[in-house]
C-alpha cells in the first residue's frame, strides 16, 4: 500500500493550500498528521470511510477542511488562512480496518499506513 502526498510548499501568512494524498485500493478512514520542528507528531483530521463525518483539531477547525474525490483515490486538505504556527511536515494516513462507516480515529495508533510527508512553511 502506498500514499503519496503532495501539495505542500512556501506561503505567507494568510494564504490557501491544498495538500494531495493518492491513495490506492483502500477503502479506509484517511486521516492528517502534522509534525512542527522539535514538536511531536500531531493530528488535524480525519474523514470517515464513508466520508460522512469528520473531526478536525481545535487547532485547524474552520480553517482546513478534508475532503476526498468520487473515486476515493484521492484526499485533500484544503487549508485557509494560514498562519505560521500551521508549519510543519504534514503526512496523510490510512486508518486500520474498522466496521463503523462513520468512525473517525484521532490516534495514531489506529492508522495502519502512512505517507511519506510534505512540507508546509508559513512565513509571517
Known amino acids: 500500500v502506498q500514499l503519496q502526498a503532495s501539495g505542500g510548499g512556501l506561503v505567507q501568512a494568510g494564504d490557501s493550500l491544498r495538500l494531495s494524498c493518492t491513495v490506492v485500493g483502500l477503502d479506509r478512514a484517511m486521516g492528517w498528521f502534522r509534525q512542527a520542528p522539535g514538536k511531536e507528531r500531531e493530528f488535524v483530521a480525519v474523514l470517515s470511510r464513508g466520508g460522512g463525518r469528520t473531526s478536525y483539531s481545535d487547532s485547524v477547525k474552520g480553517r482546513f477542511t478534508i475532503f476526498r474525490d468520487n473515486n476515493k483515490s484521492t484526499v485533500y486538505l484544503q487549508m485557509n488562512s494560514l498562519t505560521p504556527e500551521d508549519t510543519a511536515v504534514y503526512y496523510c494516513?490510512?486508518?486500520?480496518?474498522?466496521?463503523?462507516?462513520?468512525?473517525?480515529?484521532?490516534?495514531?495508533?489506529?492508522?495502519?499506513?502512512w505517507g511519506q510527508g510534505t512540507q508546509v512553511t508559513v512565513s509571517s
Open positions: 494516513a490510512a486508518a486500520i480496518a474498522h466496521p463503523r462507516t462513520f468512525w473517525t480515529p484521532v490516534e495514531e495508533i489506529s492508522y495502519a499506513y
